[in-house]
């Protein structure tokens, strides 16, 4: 069972460009959630969706796009990358429920040059 | 909204000694409460989850936790601390989004743990 996978793990970028993450999950979880960590600040959430066609913001949307045509797919789109969004990001996905933890992907790790 | 806090970004132990990373959370609920470990260069990997059973928890490699409601704590221990356990551990609590009547996890800023010899 693979759970949450995330491709890239590494990319660096040049200022302006723009890339997509990609997140897909095969735990039929409805919940999914952006992620980003920088040192010392603990994970902020930057959009999460509820279901294929659902997506909100979170605590940090600037600079982000993301999309939920399917239930396993949740890419984030990074358009006109800056430095401020070098950091490292996660993908997780859960049930949704208030007693139901997150299964996390093993991160992207992105430079912003 | 919840929220977490955790005491100390950094904390150094001798192996064998007492591991202790403190977590205190504010929640105009009852809260359900995580702790979370990560590797280098990994994932996070769930610990132990309180659900508003036991308030003392069990998880995985030894650790458990205590609920306390009095001092609005969930502090993170292990008897004896081994050089795997170095790690980053998180503490996170379940926040309700307004999207969908489900949850997300807010985290803590982080706790580093190293164990030295």
């Known amino acids: 069972n693979a759970g949450v996978t995330q491709t890239p793990k590494f990319r660096i970028l040049k200022i302006g460009q723009s890339m997509t993450l990609q997140c897909t999950q095969d735990m039929n979880h409805n919940y999914m959630y952006w992620y980003r960590q920088d040192p010392g600040m603990g994970l902020k959430l930057i959009y999460y969706?509820?279901?294929?066609?659902?997506?909100d913001k979170g605590e940090v949307p600037n600079g982000y796009n993301v999309s939920r045509s399917t239930t396993e797919d949740f890419p984030l789109r990074l358009e006109l990358a800056a430095p401020s969004q070098t950091s490292v990001y996660f993908c997780a996905s859960s049930y949704g429920s208030r007693n139901t933890e997150a299964f996390f992907g093993q991160g992207t790790r992105l430079t912003v040059v | 909204a919840q929220s977490v806090t955790q005491l100390g970004s950094h904390v150094s132990v001798s192996e064998g000694a007492l591991v202790l990373l403190r977590c205190n959370y504010s929640s105009s609920v009852p809260p359900y409460l995580f702790w979370y470990v990560q590797y280098p260069n990994q994932g996070l990997q769930l610990l132990l989850k309180y659900t508003s059973a036991a308030t003392l928890v069990k998880g995985i490699n030894g650790f458990e936790a205590e609920f306390k409601k009095s001092e609005t704590s969930f502090h993170l221990t292990k008897p004896s601390a081994h050089m795997s356990d170095a790690a980053e551990y998180f503490c996170a609590v379940s926040d309700r989004i307004l999207t969908g009547g489900g949850n997300k996890l807010t985290f803590g800023t982080g706790t580093q743990l190293k164990v030295e010899l």
């Open positions: 969706s509820v279901g294929a066609g659902i997506t």
